[in-house]
């Protein structure tokens, strides 16, 4: 089976974690520092702390921004549902706002629409979750401009897209947005085994950020409420969690950064080479902008149903009776029983809805092969033609 996505550790990967483990320190050492300023320093950003996964990284993030009962985060529906999920963690409610037919992203008119409506409504976000749906970059000037004109905050969920580009910029800067999140799981652009990281220019939500992730305590004498009465001294301010990287992550972490830019070169000329190859077939191939450069942490293509005379399952258990390990991403979050649980249903969000029962996800990992990837080919004209 030719899987949909895979890790690519090298053997400076595994010297880089044994070094840890004959170290002092496994956690709480130097090397999740280390990391953290060198994914900034590689990303633009201000303040980067990293967490044992990208669900943590999406928790604290609303967290940081008060995220809080009575309040509204909006994501889209076409993502994991973690990007969802991180606010019911917090207690607040969550809409969703549809997606654009070309890129797969946000829609920024549609979210104009909403938040026109919302407006009238008294019912505004607090919190807008754009996603970078399969290392695409959101639109996102135009999204911050919609932030200042009805005051909602933003957190970039990019855990596709590191190594990502818009306008020559890096994801990750925090130009036009308040946070971002990575993922580092094991078929995401680099891996930690699992872990995440937020990245912000804001000081004090980077520390907020630090102090949650390890209990909410702090040692520091500038954030504790009394003076310390020795070296032992802590405070535990508000409820924070155990969402902290270990060092042995982090310097598998650090070690897979220093080839980031081949591992995202390397996904887009496969994914070039697809498009060149599938070009005729019946298929809705990815669009990435001309201001973008993808991540391409997948390659999702869509079903032309009306050229194809088989059902969306049937292609898909076809390909995966034929050693072809596809994927979908995404079954839309709001039609999850949770979600329908919470008022939502079928049509309420039809561009995601639609996506739903046409994409399918091929297989797009650095170390796939020409070889491999033709046999995918073979694969689907056997079973789309």
Known sequence: MIPYGRQEISQPDIDAVVAVLRSDFLTQGPVVPRFEEAVAARCGARFAVAVNSGTSALHLACMALDLEPGDLLWTVPNTFVASANCARYCGADVDFVDIDSDTWNISVPRLKEKLDEAQTAGKLPKVVVPVHFAGQPTDQEDIWDLSQEYGFKIFEDACHSLGASRNSEPVGNCKWSDITVFSFHPVKIITTGEGGMVLTNDEQLAWRMETLRTHGITRDPAHTLKDPDGPWYYEQLELGYNYRMTDIQAALGLSQLAR????????????????????????????????????????????????????????????????????????????????????????????????GKEAITLPLYPSLTEKEQDQVVKAIKRVVS
């Open 260 to 355: 980031l830019d081949e591992f995202v070169e390397k996904r887009n000329q496969l994914a070039r080479r697809y498009s060149e190859l599938l070009v005729d077939f019946p298929l809705q191939l990815p669009f990435v902008r001309p201001e973008n450069r993808s991540a391409f942490h997948l390659y999702v293509v869509r079903l032309q149903k009306d050229k194809i005379r088989k059902t969306h399952r049937e292609v898909f258990e076809e390909l995966r009776d034929q050693g072809i390990g596809v994927n979908l991403h995404y079954m839309p979050v709001h039609l999850q029983p949770y979600y329908r649980n919470l008022g939502f249903g079928p049509g309420n969000f039809p561009a995601a809805e639609i996506h």
